[in-house]
């Protein structure tokens, strides 16, 4: 069965911390992947996506994520966080084919301290 | 910039009471998606659709429905609410593709159910 994992539940971080959330996924064939936000209050967002080419993709706000064929991984990173980042961020993966759905992991909630 | 928009932000409803979500969005997207949403669970499929009168079952249907008679319009029918439906409900669209659209959420639906 096709699953996305998350490494942690919570985060807790400083501000200027970098940080780097794992995510591994589970899935036979082509993939696309992607990193969704949550901030507080708003609705889930578009981070960054990846579906071919450079595995290294540059998303809104600073962050990255490279894909890593090899370890079936995903992983967002940013060099210096900002309390402004603190939110809950899911990873997800999805086939690369027309009517494909999304198979979101259970989410990482991030708290950066001022 | 697209808009997805979930009739009621908060609902209460009590158990065996049908109940209706709907969701409206103004891009014209073919796809249509409801998700719930739980702390530890992430988000989880409940059905799609990816044109009129078309719906597909996702990881979670057991409970629920789904009705899509316009093309900016899907609705999510708890035929029978029960307490475990208690939950933040996401509807969410996007154009066709090859799995690697970018999908645009909704605020949400946190309905409880008593």
Known sequence: ?114 | DVKVTQSSRYLVKRTGEKVFLECVQDMDHENMFWYRQDPGLGLRLIYFSYDVKMKEKGDIPEGYSVSREKKERFSLILESASTNQTSMYLCASSYPGQGDEKLFFGSGTQLSVL
């Not at chain 1, 967002?76 to 494909?100: H, I």
């Open chain 1, 1 to 114: 069965a096709q699953s996305v994992s998350q490494h942690n539940h919570h985060v807790i971080l400083s501000e200027a911390a970098s940080l780097e959330l794992g995510c591994n996924y589970s899935y036979g064939g082509t993939v696309n992947l992607f990193w969704y936000v949550q901030y507080p209050g708003q609705h889930l967002q578009l981070l960054l996506k990846y579906f071919s080419g450079d595995p290294l993709v540059k998303g809104i706000k600073g962050f990255e994520a490279e894909f890593i064929k090899s370890k079936f991984s995903f992983n967002l990173r940013k060099p210096s966080v900002q309390w402004s980042d603190t939110a809950e961020y899911f990873c997800a993966a999805g086939m690369n084919s027309g009517y494909s759905t999304l198979t979101f992991g259970k989410g990482t909630m991030l708290l950066v301290s001022p």
